[in-house]
């Protein structure tokens, strides 16, 4: 039986339904939406923060949402070695609440980017790479944010680097991460990060953006594809 | 009863991408010396206590749990009885 995610809905997230669409009608799976205000995750299997402006950005991204009452929750499903995953803004309110490390700046530009971009796969031995084709250096995968710039403090970049905690960084089509491939000014091109469990992933890309092939792109689905796999096997 | 007044910056460090785009607009209205522009955050509340200990312990809670963010912010704030 596939595994039954549960995607928050915080007031502001607006990539809730593509996540339960991607998740249900691409990958077949149990799905639901869970309200930031009830703290029950209802035995879900893996839980998703999805992509939007949650608390419409205020103060900080993800700063409001991290104290929402079913954060709590998931910080103690994440803490107990739950699957964990956060897309854009929810990425921001994992690092909001401390599960990863980093945070995120302003992009450089100032600009807001919304564009299909390369992601180097860094780390294939985990819960949400690997079912991605080794063969396969990149993988294409929208990005739709205006605080992305990934940065972290120098303690904090060489745990991330010790423990092989990147799983995706900005590139080319041929996975060369440089400058000209960075969007957003992100801290060594680090577009997605894992916790040093390795049961937690925050990235910036929309990979439920990208699963149905009729947009153009399935790349998307690995991602959910390496989580089924992990949790049926 | 107090009144609060937190003032957050960028730590040095950190790029503030915002500070450079409006010191452009400085030079453009051929402010030629102003440098270092740098944008950070100014927030002023109530607290509902008479004793400056609590206050003061309720304020550090706020400004290092929410109001900024240690990893690349710094805050300090000035408490006036009202």
């Known amino acids: 039986m596939n595994p039954k995610f549960g995607v928050v809905v915080f007031p502001g997230s607006n990539c809730d339904h593509d996540a339960y669409y991607a998740l249900k009608k691409i990958m077949n799976c149990d799905v639901e939406f869970l309200w930031h205000k009830n703290p029950d995750l209802n035995n879900c299997d893996v839980i998703v923060l999805p992509g939007g402006f949650s608390y419409g950005d205020y103060l900080r991204t993800g700063a409001i949402a991290r104290f929402s009452p079913i954060m709590n929750s998931v910080i103690d499903f994440a803490n107990k070695g739950g699957i964990v995953i956060g897309i854009c803004n929810g990425f921001q309110i994992l690092l909001e609440a401390g599960l990863l490390p980093g945070v995120m700046l302003q992009n450089t530009s100032l600009k807001f980017v919304c564009k299909n971009v390369y992601l180097k796969v860094e780390n294939y031995n985990t819960i949400f790479s690997n079912s991605i084709p080794v063969q396969l250096q990149t993988v294409r995968i929208p990005i739709a944010h205006g605080e992305g710039n990934f940065f972290a403090t120098e303690t904090m970049l060489k745990e991330i680097l010790d423990n092989n905690q990147i799983v995706f960084r900005y590139s080319d089509a041929n996975g060369n991460t440089n400058d000209e491939n960075n969007p957003n000014g992100s801290l060594m091109n680090i577009a997605g990060i894992i916790n040093r469990k390795g049961n937690i992933l925050g990235m910036m890309p929309h990979p439920e953006r990208v699963c149905d092939p009729i947009l153009g792109s399935t790349d998307g689905q690995f991602i959910f594809k390496s989580i089924i796999n992990y949790l049926l096997n | ?82």
């Open chain 2, 1 to 82: 009863m107090f009144k609060a007044k937190v003032l957050i910056k960028r730590r040095p460090s950190i790029l503030d991408p915002q500070g450079k785009a409006v010191e452009k607009g400085a030079q453009h209205l051929g402010l030629t010396n102003i440098k270092n522009t740098r944008i950070g955050k100014f927030i002023e509340f109530d607290v509902l206590s008479d004793n400056v200990e609590e206050a003061k312990k309720e304020v550090n809670e706020y400004c290092l749990k929410l109001l900024s963010n240690p990893i690349m912010e710094d805050y300090e704030f000035e408490l006036s009885e009202i």
